[in-house]
């Protein structure tokens, strides 16, 4: 029997919109997305999709499924009929979540009752917590002079009572005696409270909580549940050199908190992500106050730890476009680039605010705020606009001061970033700006972009798999050609000359040097794309709208007669339906954008072939060496010429 941990974990981490995705387009409608019904003959969009709690309900005929009831449903429609366990198994699958099985017991109802019952328990000790702590905003805390109240801590990082009350924050006694002999007749064991590790006894025997004396930042999860906290220290003009105890004290992990799976602010910041479709993610939890404060509330921070799969995977629910806004100092670059490796594998578009240096967004927003008084949220954010940069721009500014060996250094961490952005489009474009930015050639910034890819390959398969993003293996130069041509074959490779399409013309081109594709599947998808733009030129009038409309082809090869060809194109086709539901219509290039991608991969085809004939070539010519056979070897040695040659005309195009 699967265990519940592992349907709740499916629940939780299985986007519903990309189970739902296959059988329609959504739109946003408010803080929700909507659709047509999957489960009636709906002919006005009436299922409501809830991403932040990832489930749908129809109004119309009262539907309502969580993503495996989604799943079974989307299987239904497609003419499939599965069972609850399988399709806990595929979602599993698909999303790389191992599955946790127990042999089938009759107390095994009992156990996970039990689990769930000792979760909620733990839930509600913790709202009892936070309130108390909240409770003691007005009363002393600290030690010598760093003694004040929470309220008064607070108020002198400039926040106002609703931001206090929004957030919950509170001050942490010294000792809490009263409190927790209350808790214990309310049904707390002295075991509930020390499990999470909420209060413990000092050798007084008084009852101390781990962040005693500190101000208290309640830590809610997305779904606005208290799972820990995390306590700062007062500071102390006074301290005493020898005091290393730690700015942060969180609580520690246990069943309902995995710092790991949290994003502090979320759960007050979710509904603006959504409705701006962004988020800012800062470093710490004051900035996220301050920002919230500022009516900036599409902002979330990190609970002490590196940006991670989980992370991105909860921020996908809500947007993929994130802003990075980090401290200005050492520390926070580096954090920076650490968070970019991690968003752009999960396909995120990523920018970033360059703060004044020296500054975080704390104090940045108080700054601007003390200069201008009326400033709104708009102003706010408008400020931000001449720091603001894309994450490309940014970190290729940084090389300017380089030179030697951390120039180079810096290159190969940019080419590596580079190398783990999964959309093929959107890949190819980043590796055009660079060319710009670093003014390196374009043919040297792909060969080593390719060479990055190889070398991290497994880690951006792993990342990538799990979160749903990207494929096994990247795609060859053969691949990614015909993928463009069933796609845009019918785009203009010559303005004035509708016939001459790319689909014509990569036909022609390829011919003309006597070059066919290695796999035979590929070279016959070539020629049957060749023959689908013959059949539509022969049908439909070539006007400039027309041609550049992508898909035309597809109806001619689906019906191709070879049910190989049929397949490929299908598949592609639907790849690129799934690219357009997830990135929009960034997704879909322009025809100036096909034409330079295709006739980059052109001559990529054409290298790597050529290559490979001069290399048999050279075997030949060894040979009739060995068997001194002249007239064999002046005849190879010929033929080894006009293919050098046709590879140094290539390479002299790629060099542009």
Not at 359 to 372: A, G, S, V
Not at 465 to 494: D, F, W
């Amino acid at each position: 029997m699967i265990l519940r941990t592992t349907i709740d974990r499916i629940r939780r981490e299985v986007p519903i919109t990309k189970v739902l995705a296959p059988m329609g387009t959504s739109h946003r409608c408010g803080h929700h997305e909507r659709m047509h019904c999957i489960a009636h003959d709906d002919h006005h969009p009436s299922l409501d999709i809830y991403p932040d709690r990832n489930y749908c309900i129809c109004r119309a005929c009262g539907w309502c499924a969580d993503p495996i009831g989604a799943y079974q449903k989307v299987c239904e429609c497609h003419g499939e009929v599965i069972s609850f366990v399988e399709a806990v198994r595929a979602l599993a699958h698909q999303y790389h979540i191992p599955i946790e099985e127990t042999p089938t017991d009759p107390k095994y109802k009992e156990a996970a009752d039990a689990a769930k019952k000792r979760t909620d328990h733990a839930f509600a000790l913790n709202q009892l917590v936070a309130d108390h702590y909240h409770e003691h905003l007005h009363h002393e805390i600290g030690q010598g002079s760093a003694r004040t109240t929470a309220h008064n801590y607070f108020t002198s990082r400039g926040l106002t009572q609703q931001t206090i009350d929004t957030f919950h924050l509170g001050g942490v006694p010294h000792t809490s005696p009263a409190f927790v002999d209350l808790l214990g007749k309310q049904g707390y064991t002295p075991q509930d409270i020390t499990t999470y590790q909420l209060f413990r006894e000092n050798r007084n025997h008084d009852w101390q909580s781990p962040i005693h004396d500190r101000v208290v930042y309640p830590l809610h999860n997305h779904m606005g549940r208290i799972v820990g906290f995390a306590g700062r220290k007062l500071p102390n003009p006074e301290q005493p050199q020898g005091d290393t105890s730690p700015k942060y004290i969180n609580s520690s992990e246990s069943d309902i908190y995995h710092k790991h799976q949290l994003l502090y602010g979320l759960y007050q910041a979710k509904a603006t992500i959504r409705k701006y479709d962004r988020c800012y993610l800062v470093e710490g939890y004051q900035d996220v106050l301050a920002m919230h404060q500022a009516q900036i509330t599409e902002t979330v921070a990190l609970c002490g730890t590196a940006l991670t799969i989980e992370h991105v995977r909860l921020l996908h629910r809500f947007t993929d476009q994130c802003i990075l806004m980090l401290d200005s100092d050492s520390a926070g670059q580096t954090a920076m680039l650490r968070h970019l490796d991690t968003l752009l594998q999960a396909g995120c578009y990523v920018s970033i605010v360059v703060l004044p240096q020296g500054q975080d967004p704390d104090d940045y927003l108080r700054t601007y705020i003390h200069t201008h008084p009326d400033a709104t949220r708009d102003t706010l954010i408008a400020s931000f606009a001449p720091m603001q940069q894309d994450w490309l721009t940014h970190i290729c500014h940084l090389t300017h001061h380089l030179s030697g060996k951390a120039l180079r250094q810096a290159q190969e961490n940019i080419f590596k970033l580079l190398s783990l952005i999964p959309d093929k489009v959107r890949q190819e474009q980043a590796i055009k700006q660079t060319t710009q930015l670093l003014d390196i050639n374009y043919g040297i910034v792909t060969y080593e972009v390719k060479n990055a890819l190889h070398r991290s390959s497994p880690k951006r398969g792993e990342v990538g798999q799990r979160l749903g993003v990207v494929g096994k293996k990247p795609e060859s130069p053969a691949q990614t050609l015909l993928r463009h041509l069933v796609l845009y074959g019918t785009y203009r490779h010559t303005p004035d000359a509708p016939e001459t399409a790319i689909a014509h013309w990569v036909y022609q081109d390829l011919l003309q040097d006597n070059i066919t594709l290695k796999n035979p599947i590929l070279q016959q998808l070539l020629e049957a794309t060749h023959q689908a733009h013959t059949q539509w030129l022969a049908t439909q009038e070539a006007s400039p709208t027309t041609c550049n409309s992508p898909c035309l082809l597809l109806s001619y090869l689906q019906d191709h007669q070879d049910p190989k060809v049929c397949e490929c194109a299908t598949r592609i086709y639907h790849q690129q339906m799934s690219q357009l539901l997830t990135y929009g219509e960034d997704a879909k290039p322009s025809p100036t954008e096909v034409l330079d991608i295709v006739e980059t991969q052109v001559l990529h085809l054409k290298i790597t072939i050529i290559k490979e004939c001069i290399k048999k070539l050279s075997q030949n010519i060894f040979n009739a060496l060995e068997q001194n056979d002249i007239n064999q070897y002046k005849a190879l040695n010929q033929e080894k010429k006009q293919w050098t040659e046709m590879l140094r005309v290539a390479w002299k195009k790629m060099k542009g």
